[in-house]
Structure formats: structure tokens, C-alpha cells
């Protein structure tokens, strides 16, 4: 291990240009978005466990994407909020490998959750006679598993390969430390690491025509019943918001990391890099306005609220 790296801080140079108002200013708002995530995702995690009614697969799974986005924001913000307030934005070498760990657990555990959904919707609606033999505790227990063990296994031996070899530059242009970024600093080029992500990127394109399949099946199910519509309408269409959501702020994001370029505007790279919190924050807002059951739980805790205020 005497070649993991020959720093022991990285500088992320994102927020350079930046004045001392324009940091206050971004703070700010940055508080704010963190604050605001971590209170939708903690009312829509509280409403499903504390409601039986809500006890069913597909509120466990949107339960533990509420747990991912919280698990992701919180690896993010608080260290992004502690740079926009130090002069130099200096992290620990091993501060950095936690951060790029949780970042990467936090993208692949949003994708496979979403993929988890989609299958179940796919039962529930093209298999409705065998839904309830099929998704068993012990099978919404195993997806669990696999929602949280497949990116954090990826992360650790993406994250353990990378420390085999030196790293030739300490500045990092970007608003976090994450895997890809250590990827491009190292010195030394290792095949281990082109084939480990070559198969985390086939499985991805593996789940990617698995959910696309789904949807053409679940489709062409409600073409021919009106209550399979309806199933759509109510369950299919917030996950369906979340997964292309999802994709489209990743692709900006790996975009960033894999085509960036100098002559881009940092405004604009920081506000791409920064893309992957959108997700937590917007998925707990579509599932709780759209499902029926989640929303009711909602209102009427909001009802209470303010009639405790009047009292």
C-alpha cells in the first residue's frame, strides 16, 4: 500500500472565482435546498412507516429512496456548506475517499431502487394474479439487499482499485470528491479499473433495457383495461417522472466529468456537478402530491398542524 497516493489533501477548485457575498449568497439557498430535502424525505419516510395501510412493496421502495436521497444529500451538503464558508477549500485525503463513497452509493442505490420499482409495477399491473406470490416479504427483502448492496460493493472496489496506483495531481475541479474524478488524477493507467467499470456500466445498461421493457409491457397492459390505466395513472407515472428525472441530471453530471472542458463556464460545470441533489428533493414532492394514499396522509397531518397553531 505504499503507492495509494502521494497527497494527503485535495483542493476543490470549483469555488475559487467565487467572492465572499456570492458564498454567503450560495449558502444560503444551499441551507435551504439541504434543510428542505432532508424535511420531505423525513415527513414521507415517517408517513409510511407509521401507517399500516402503507405497508405494501411499493411504499417500502419508495421509503428506501427516500432513505438513499438523504443518505446522498447528507453526503454532499454539509461539506459543501463548510467550503463556501473557508477561504480554502481543502479536504482530506480521507475525507475524500468517504465523500466519493457515499456520492457513488448514492447514484447507483437511486438506480437500482428505480429499477426495483419498475419491476414491481411490472408485477403488479401485467401479473396481477401472481403479485402477491411473488413479491413476499422475503422477496421485498432480498430487493432490499440488492438496492443497497450492489452500489456499495461497486464502491468500495471501484475506490479500492483506484488507491493501487500514485495519483499525479491534488486539484480538483469540481464541488466534491467522487470516483470518476480520482479516476482521471491517477498516474498510471490499470486495466482492472477499465474492466471493473465496463461491468458496472453494462449492468447499468442491463437494468436500463430491463426497466424500458417493463414500461413497453405495462403499456401495452393498460391499452387493454381501464382499471391497468388507472394503475398507471396512480403509480406508474410518479416513478416514471422520478427515473427520467433521474437520468437527465445524471447525464449532465457524467457528462461534466467525462467531456468537460476549459472553455466551458464554471457557473455552469458547478451547477451540472451539482445536479445529482435535484433528485432527493424532487422524488419525495411527485410521490407525495401523486399517490393517493401518501397524499392523504399528508393533508391531514397539515390539517392538524394548522388547527394546533389556531388552538
Not at 110 to 115: A, Q, R, S, V
Not at 172 to 197: G, M, N, P
Amino acid at each position: 500500500m505504499d503507492n495509494i497516493s502521494s497527497y494527503s489533501f485535495f483542493t476543490l477548485t470549483a469555488l475559487d472565482d467565487y467572492s465572499t457575498s456570492s458564498r454567503i449568497t450560495i449558502f444560503c439557498f444551499a441551507l435551504s435546498g439541504y434543510c428542505l430535502t432532508v424535511f420531505v424525505n423525513l415527513v414521507l419516510i415517517f408517513i409510511i412507516t407509521l401507517e399500516k395501510i402503507l405497508h405494501q412493496p411499493m411504499y417500502i421502495f419508495v421509503c428506501s429512496l427516500c432513505i438513499n436521497g438523504l443518505f446522498g444529500a447528507t453526503g454532499f451538503y454539509p461539506s459543501f456548506l463548510y467550503y463556501l464558508l473557508m477561504e480554502t477549500n481543502v479536504i482530506s485525503f480521507e475525507d475524500c475517499l468517504i465523500q466519493s463513497f457515499a456520492i457513488f452509493c448514492y447514484g447507483g442505490g437511486e438506480f437500482t431502487n428505480l429499477t426495483v420499482m419498475a419491476f414491481d409495477r411490472y408485477l403488479a399491473i401485467c401479473r396481477p394474479l401472481y403479485y402477491h406470490t411473488v413479491m413476499t416479504s422475503v422477496t421485498v427483502w432480498r430487493l432490499l439487499t440488492f438496492i443497497w448492496m450492489y452500489p456499495s460493493v461497486t464502491a468500495l472496489v471501484m475506490l479500492l482499485v483506484t488507491l493501487r496506483f500514485p495519483l499525479c495531481m491534488n486539484q480538483i475541479d469540481k464541488l466534491y470528491c467522487e470516483t470518476w474524478i480520482l479516476e482521471r488524477l491517477a498516474c498510471q493507467v490499470d486495466t482492472a479499473q477499465f474492466v471493473i467499470s465496463g461491468i458496472f456500466a453494462f449492468l447499468i445498461v442491463v437494468m436500463i433495457c430491463f426497466v424500458i421493457c417493463s414500461y413497453i409491457k405495462i403499456i401495452i397492459a393498460c391499452k387493454h383495461s381501464v382499471q391497468n390505466h388507472k394503475k398507471f395513472m396512480t403509480t406508474c407515472l410518479p416513478h416514471l417522472v422520478a427515473l427520467l428525472n433521474y437520468v437527465l441530471w445524471s447525464l449532465l453530471n457524467v457528462s461534466y466529468v467525462r467531456f468537460g472542458s476549459s472553455t466551458v463556464p464554471q457557473v455552469f460545470k458547478n451547477f451540472m456537478s451539482a445536479s445529482y441533489m435535484i433528485p432527493p428533493l424532487v422524488n419525495p414532492i411527485i410521490y407525495g402530491i401523486v399517490l393517493t394514499p401518501i397524499r392523504t396522509k399528508v393533508n391531514y397531518a397539515l390539517q392538524s398542524l394548522r388547527r394546533q397553531d389556531k388552538a
